[in-house]
């Protein structure tokens, strides 16, 4: 089954500057979670030069904003 | 007091005195006493305040900031530019500029005179709106949608031609904003290059990177404060644009400059909980077996921020398929917000439930027992269920439909949930003084959840000694890292490192003792304030005693969390009894029963603390809270607390916990599950008194009316 949006942040693929919360908790695995759902997205994200979920050039920011030629984008 | 780490170096002890007992919290005295320093109560020599200028429009673009009448308004030592020229703007609220002078009311004045001219621009402020191919953008580059990728499992076709009843219907949950009782906000303090900053947080050290990142200075150089703190619930995890601009304005001043958010701010621009919505066909075989889910779902993460939620959610579709959008508007972007996605899932779910149950004539709580997984260690729902029914006289609710004569009618609902709540990664140390004196320290900070009283009660269990004569300090950068407290994650993360660290410091102790005692350091225990022989309790030496023989040093342990003290996988189900008066459409609830379990309970009270509040925080989003945006001028209407309603103490009704003891576990979070599935089970609750099914949170008054209404003219089922 395919993620509906990856939550995954790739090295050398989405910028550095992108956080969401689930980098910040020490959160333990639950592999078992997928057995009650599918997996979703359901994170926030923000960029760490701005503070805010904009990035310097104004855009969101997202896995899927946050990645490839994008100006702002630390690789 | 059994010392397992003969067996497994760290465990947790099979009769402990203090663990899983009724502790008080141990800042609940300076709490009351307001002797407890919040942000907000953080005044610094000197101190100035900072204003944020924000857009007053939904979606405009800034073509010009003068900044010259606010910089010569009086006792203003401060005033920065935080957009240029050309840069659009997507959400009443979002920030522009800023000011600091020497008393809040100047900053106030001064704020009003940064002078911002505005292009205006075409917003979308509702879901519906956006989602029109005709609708204006909520951004010149960026498109109103983004559908999700489909996702699919078994065979649609058969799951269907399996079932013997199918429901269709849509959905929704609404926006909801985090309400934190204390305001996001920060104070900043230079010292030279070094910035001290005291903020209402949820994590200290990634405040502290956020802070050096966007600041760029070194990490070494930022300390961050939080000894208390007023709620988080998942928006305060960095330092966010306030804290960015106070820590500017304090440099530019060369002043210490306390920002605080205010109430108005605080709905606009710190998070807030995705709407979600579900057009769903679903099945259901003759036996009571679910068969086939088709969802269409979407919501809005305000501008440009994501959506999504797990759907179905819990029970088990064997033939699914699912295609989620995000949907942007021109609000606030979304936060993580306890348990993010999961009290969205689990209502248009658990409605849909009630739904299927009624078609094939079976009580909700045996149609759920049907569906549900297997009993397991993290899959208790089955239990729950028979055990909660039991408990809550479910065997007295009637059917769908209270038959009683008169206007108030009386229903009972159900529902479950679950949530991960494991952790890793904490790391503390400890002191133990010649003198006796114990100081803990760990990096993690208290949101008001009791994290100082549990580091507190771990690190007495571990050492024999009483509460009282441990010292915790935490809520600190200079104390040992610890992870942000969200996701659950902080109890069964920061307990198993005080639990380490301690175990580590006293084998040093009873290495020092054991020739004093007599008895080998492997034969020695400690308990009740004293050290003594395992086998030979005669054999024993007082605690400060045993302290003394350290002489001039110290014993000083660092530690870190270790796998085996903690698990991960909580389950709970809920059930709720409301009475609906059908003249009114105003739901009263009438009590909760919350079944929930959390591995090994270190504090029963803070942990019952726990599903009080989130039961409560769920009775809000089922009954009171609705971000309301006019969709003509794009502003929230209601950016405050008064037309923002929230439970007031006779809305809360009798709660009920029930937790259940599995210490074999080890500790795991508790802080989301509970919050989960009370407001679905509120509505099934309502579903089963009036007979109208409301599929749409809030059950704001005219929402119930409108549902009897339609179910009178044979609509709703």
């Keep these: 089954m395919d993620h509906l949006t990856s939550s995954k942040l790739t090295s050398g693929v ?24 599918d997996p979703y997205d359901a994170t926030a994200y923000w960029c760490v030069e701005t503070q805010r979920g904009f990035g310097p050039d104004g855009k969101p920011v997202r896995p899927d904003m946050c990645s490839g030629d994008r100006e702002c984008c630390r690789h | 007091m059994t010392w397992g780490w003969r067996v497994a170096k760290y465990t947790w002890p099979e009769k402990p005195t203090l663990l899983s007992t009724r502790v008080l919290r141990l800042d609940g005295p300076d ?3 307001g002797r407890a320093r919040y942000t907000y109560d953080i005044n610094r020599p000197g101190m100035i305040y900072g204003r944020i200028v924000r857009s007053p429009y939904p979606h405009a673009r800034v073509t010009s900031i003068d900044l010259a009448a606010a910089q010569t308004a009086p006792g203003v030592k401060a005033v920065v530019a935080y957009r240029n020229p050309g840069d659009e703007v997507h959400y009443q609220g979002d920030p522009v500029a800023a000011v600091a002078a020497d008393t809040e009311e100047r900053a106030r004045d001064a704020a009003r005179l940064v002078r911002v001219r505005w292009e205006p621009l075409p917003h979308v402020s509702i879901e519906a709106q956006a989602m029109d191919a005709a609708a204006p953008k909520w951004s010149t580059t960026q498109e109103n949608t983004r559908p999700g990728v489909r996702q699919e499992t078994g065979n649609l076709e058969t799951g269907f031609n399996d079932a013997a009843h199918v429901v269709e219907q849509t959905y929704s949950t609404h926006v909801i904003t985090h309400v934190c009782l204390e305001t996001h906000g920060t104070v900043c303090e230079w010292d030279g290059d070094k910035l001290t900053a005291w903020v209402s947080t949820q994590g200290v050290h990634q405040c502290a990177q956020g802070f050096a990142q966007a600041l760029g200075i070194p990490q070494a150089n930022v300390r961050v404060i939080t000894q208390y703190m007023g709620g988080g619930f998942g928006s305060k995890f960095a330092p966010d644009s306030q804290g960015i601009i106070c820590a500017k304005l304090a440099k530019l001043a060369n002043a210490p400059v306390k920002l605080m958010l205010d109430r108005k701010e605080e709905h606009l621009d710190t998070g807030n909980r995705p709407s979600a919505f579900a057009h769903i066909r679903a099945g259901v075989s003759a036996e009571g077996k679910l068969t086939a889910f088709d969802g269409r779902s979407w919501g809005t993460g305000g501008a440009g921020a994501g959506s999504n939620f797990p759907l179905p959610y819990l029970y088990q579709f064997p033939n699914r398929k699912r295609v989620h959008t995000d949907v942007y508007i021109n609000a606030g972007q979304q936060r993580a917000m306890r348990a993010p996605g999961h009290p969205q899932g689990c209502f248009l779910t658990e409605i849909l439930m009630d739904e299927l149950a009624d078609r094939v004539k079976i009580d909700p709580v045996e149609f759920r027992i049907r569906n549900a997984p297997p009993i ?37 609902g159900v529902s479950a949930h679950l949530w991960g709540g494991a952790g890793r990664g904490s790391t503390a140390h400890v002191d133990i003084n010649p003198d006796g004196s114990v100081v803990v320290k760990c990096g993690t900070q208290d949101l008001g959840t009791g994290t100082r009283t549990i580091v507190t009660i771990v690190a007495a269990e571990t050492l024999g000694v009483p509460m009282n004569a441990i010292t915790t300090e935490i809520g600190d950068t200079q104390y040992p890292f610890s992870g942000g407290s969200g996701g659950s994650t902080t109890a069964a993360s920061v307990s198993p490192a005080i639990r380490v660290t301690c175990t580590d410091a006293l084998n040093q102790l009873f290495a020092k003792v054991a020739p004093t005692v007599g008895v080998q350091p492997d034969d020695l225990v400690a308990e009740g304030g004293r050290i003594r022989g395992a086998t030979d309790a ?103 607390m008064e037309f923002y309603l929230l439970a007031g103490m006779s809305d809360v009704p009798q709660i009920d916990v ?54 009178r003219a044979g609509g709703t089922n």
């Design chain 1, 14 to 37: 989405h910028c550095l500057n992108i956080r969401h919360k689930g980098m910040y908790v020490t959160s333990g695995p639950y592999p078992e979670e997928l057995n009650f759902y």
């Design chain 2, 31 to 33: 709490k009351v006493a």
């Design chain 2, 376 to 412: 397991a260690p993290n899959a208790q729902w089955i239990k729950y269920f028979q055990e909660g029914a039991r408990r809550f006289g479910w065997e007295k609710r009637h059917p769908t439909g209270d038959p009683t004569p008169g206007p108030i009618k009386t229903g009972m």
């Design chain 2, 538 to 640: 005669s054999k024993s030496v007082a605690w400060k005693d045993a302290c003394k023989l350290l002489g001039t040093e110290p014993i000083s342990v660092d530690g870190k969390w270790q796998d085996g003290l903690s698990g991960a996988g909580t389950s709970g189900v809920q059930f709720s009894e409301v009475t609906v008066d059908i003249e009114t459409g105003i739901v009263r609830i009438k009590r909760i029963l919350a079944m929930q379990d959390c591995g090994l309970i270190v504090d029963r009270l803070t942990a019952e603390s726990q599903v009080y509040g989130g039961v409560i925080a769920a009775i809000n989003f089922a009954l009171y809270e609705d971000r309301l945006l006019d969709r003509v001028t794009g502003q929230m209407v209601n950016p405050n």
């Design chain 2, 658 to 711: 029930v937790l259940n003891d599995m210490p074999e576990r080890g500790v795991i979070g508790i802080g989301e599950p509970p919050t989960v599935s009370t407001a679905s089970a509120i509505a099934n609750a309502v579903r089963n008194a009036t007979g109208a099914t409301i599929r749409s949170l809030p059950l704001h008054p005219h929402k119930v009316l409108a549902a009897i209404e339609q179910q």
